[in-house]
């Protein structure tokens, strides 16, 4: 592990692979016995006969046992041991890790201090009530989460069993929470928090010699937020379904104040349907009728919603639970309303007017309505529905820089942003910059050259090249650096695959923020871990060789 410290730092993916080839497993020893065998009722032990004889020994539940294996097994049980012991060396390499990580989250008492602003953030009386989750319990359970790829349900189960893992995440011998109370406590966290947090962890390798800020590399991904593919019909389906249901919860508290309101689902998810199953020659004829039916009936709902909504203002609950309920209810239907509007809007402006949305103005989700269009010209993705995040990497595979951009930028405007903050973080600009060809402009290498970087490596974006340009990008030095530049390709392959960050789950802006800086602060942690433990490692053969 200590030679290929790039793969281990996706330590969840690297233990799964590793222990594939190591099934079956077995603790314990095999021995060669010449005295009596442990067979009860063998002949030639009867008879007086010293054979030899095979016998695999170990523990089960704190009891010895001893068990005679057929000498054509021996090969069989052998390599199960072998396996066995091997599984044991990647879970204690796996197990350093962790440690790593502690022992860096230890040394940095103010990122508690931060968290516990967090958490008490909104509380009048936040010593007041019962006993939740801790600062450090809180911080360490989200970069576990994080460094495992676990959802709540699995994080909450493995913590409870596993020794390590309470150590890890300071529960000792306390008693681990339901999964809704990690979800409560992630939630109140901001990404201010995990922006400084991140930062702190690349001073802290600066300070620690693990990093110079030398060379640097940048690119940009796509994280999918949970949504489906959306089309006009499923988004006019969805507001009929969700305001429908929100309505009929207010019927459950106040009956009165929903009578006039109609369930028009049944009608709606037979025109969404109708639209989905149309082939080619029936959308010419019938595609426009069949959306002016479903426009009608949404517009319907919605202008019912509001008038349940206007009726009900002065309602009243039973008691203050439902009073909160009942409240919490009218903020969501009519949010849903304003979505609702939305959807209608571009609707009729993109299928009845055949005008053309700008994305800008579209609406892709009443979900996460956050959701930006990203169109990368890719062919295997040429629309991606998420954000942008631009992601900045060291050549020890740190990423000190990340944000989650808005719209659908291009890249070759992350350029300067990214120098500065450079700049900012190791107080000197990098020798060399490498990117791919959308990050590549007059401007830019302008900008790279004044600054001081010294080794520009992006390649050039269309038009034909100059035969100095042909010379400059064939040189030794330009091609190293794109050798370079590929590694942050593999960097964000690691935290889609082993942290989790193709698809956000989490629900809004600010969670999705929370979820990119959680996943880059895992990573961080990791390589300093890693290379902390390679560091000490070297250390010991020097302090070796020397004597």
């Known amino acids: 592990m200590s030679n290929k410290l790039e793969s281990p730092s996706d330590v969840q993916r690297w233990l799964q692979a590793k222990a594939a080839n190591l099934w079956p497993a077995a603790l314990g020893s095999l021995s060669l016995r010449r005295t009596r065998c442990i067979r009860k009722n063998c002949r030639a032990c009867q008879s007086g006969e010293k054979h030899p004889s095979w016998v695999l020994s170990g523990h089960i539940q704190g009891k010895r046992f001893s068990l005679y294996v057929p000498e054509a097994l021996v090969p069989e049980v052998q390599h199960c041991l072998d396996n066995g012991r091997a599984l044991q060396e990647l879970l204690f390499a796996s197990a350093v890790l962790l440690a790593g990580i502690s022992d860096l989250l230890e040394e940095h008492q103010e990122l508690i201090e931060q968290v516990r602003v967090d958490l008490q953030r909104g509380l009048k009386r936040p010593e007041m009530g019962r006993n939740g989750l801790t600062p ?100 006019l389906w969805d507001t009929v379904r969700v305001i429908t249901r929100l309505v009929q919860r207010l019927g459950e508290i106040i009956p009165r104040g929903v009578s006039t309101f109609h369930d028009r689902t049944r009608a709606a998810k037979r025109r969404h349907q109708q639209i989905q199953r149309m082939t080619s020659q029936q959308r010419q ?24 909504l206007e009726k009900t203002k002065d309602a009243r609950a039973r008691d203050v639970l439902q009073q909160a309920l009942l409240r919490e209810l009218r903020q969501e239907t009519s949010h849903y309303c304003q979505l609702g509007d939305r959807v209608l ?24 309505s956050h959701t930006d269009l990203i169109k990368r010209g890719k062919p295997r993705t040429p629309e991606e529905f998420g954000h942008k ?5 060291s050549a020890q595979g740190l990423i000190t820089q990340y944000e989650v951009l808005e719209g659908n930028p291009a890249d070759q405007d992350q350029v300067e942003t990214s120098l500065l903050h450079h700049q900012a973080t190791f107080d000197h600009p990098p020798d060399s910059y490498a990117a791919d060809r959308g990050f590549q402009s007059e401007d830019n290498e302008k900008a790279c050259k004044e600054d001081g970087v010294r080794q520009i490596s992006i390649p050039q974006r269309g038009g034909q090249k100059t035969p100095q340009r042909q010379a400059y990008e064939k040189t030794p030095a330009f091609k190293q650096g794109q050798r370079f530049r590929s590694g942050i390709e593999g960097r964000i392959s690691v935290l889609f695959r082993g942290r989790g960050m193709k698809r956000c ?29 390679e560091k000490k490692k070297k250390n010991s053969r020097k302090s070796k060789a020397a004597a």
């Open 505 to 533: 789950r989490a629900k809004g802006r600010e969670r999705f923020e929370l979820f990119v800086g959680a996943a880059v602060l895992a990573n961080n942690l990791l390589r300093i871990a890693a290379l902390l433990l």
């Open 285 to 308: 004829t019938r595609l426009i009728r069949k959306y002016r039916e479903l426009i009608e009936i949404t517009a319907e709902v919605v202008h019912s919603a509001r008038t349940v």
């Open 136 to 235: 450090p319990q809180v911080l360490r359970s989200l970069v576990l989460m994080r460094v495992k790829n676990w959802d709540y349900r699995e994080l909450r189960e493995r913590i409870a069993d596993g020794y390590t893992l309470r150590w890890f995440t300071h529960f000792y011998a306390q008693a681990v929470p339901e999964h809704h109370a990690f979800n409560r406590a992630f939630n109140r966290l901001t990404p201010a928090l995990l922006q400084f947090t991140n930062e702190l962890v690349v001073q802290a390798a600066i300070e620690l010699g693990l990093e110079d800020g030398k060379k640097l590399r940048v690119d940009t991904t796509v994280v999918e937020t949970d949504i489906h593919h959306p089309t006009d019909s499923t988004l």
């Open 389 to 393: 995040v631009f992601l900045a990497e």
């Open 345 to 368: 809007d571009q609707t009729r402006r993109r299928v009845l007017e055949g005008e053309k949305v700008p994305n800008q103005e579209k609406l892709f989700s009443i979900f996460e």
